[in-house]
């Protein structure tokens, strides 16, 4: 049996299937490599929310795994920082910047609740 030729046309697309099928391979085994790490490092994660949070809330621990999702795609070997330190950074920084802006919220209303029984307390005394 004799093989046809293949056309250019024909050699284009299946360069082009293939190139598709092989980003999705990539892609498959990039979120299977990103899965088996976070799954790796779970416990160490909760141990990190249960740590910093105090009765901490299912919130808490979305925020969390999020993180670490975000700091598995954001890692870069090539920087030299174990990716267990570049982690703990990561969640100490995300619940340092929550118990921040909580105390700056809190803060603020302090202010005005203060101005405001001044204020009161002002006119009382006229």
Do not use: W
Not at 47 to 58: F, N
Not at 94 to 113: E, G, I, K, P
Not at 117 to 126: F, L, Q, T, V
């Amino acid at each position: 049996m004799k093989r046809k030729a293949i056309t250019p046309e024909r050699m284009e697309e299946m360069g082009k299937e293939f190139a598709a099928n092989l980003g999705a391979y990539l892609e498959r085994e990039r979120r299977a490599a990103e899965l088996k790490l976070f799954v790796n490092y779970l416990d160490r994660i909760n141990s990190m929310v249960k740590y910093y949070c105090k009765g901490a809330g299912d919130d808490d621990v979305q925020d969390a795994y999020l993180e670490a999702i975000l700091a598995i795609r954001e890692y870069d070997p090539a920087s030299g920082v174990p990716f267990k330190s570049f982690l703990d950074i990561r969640i100490r920084q995300l619940f340092s910047n929550q118990r921040r802006h909580l105390r700056q919220s809190t803060d603020a209303l302090d202010s005005a609740r203060f101005l405001e029984e001044k204020e009161k307390g002002d006119g009382a005394g006229i």
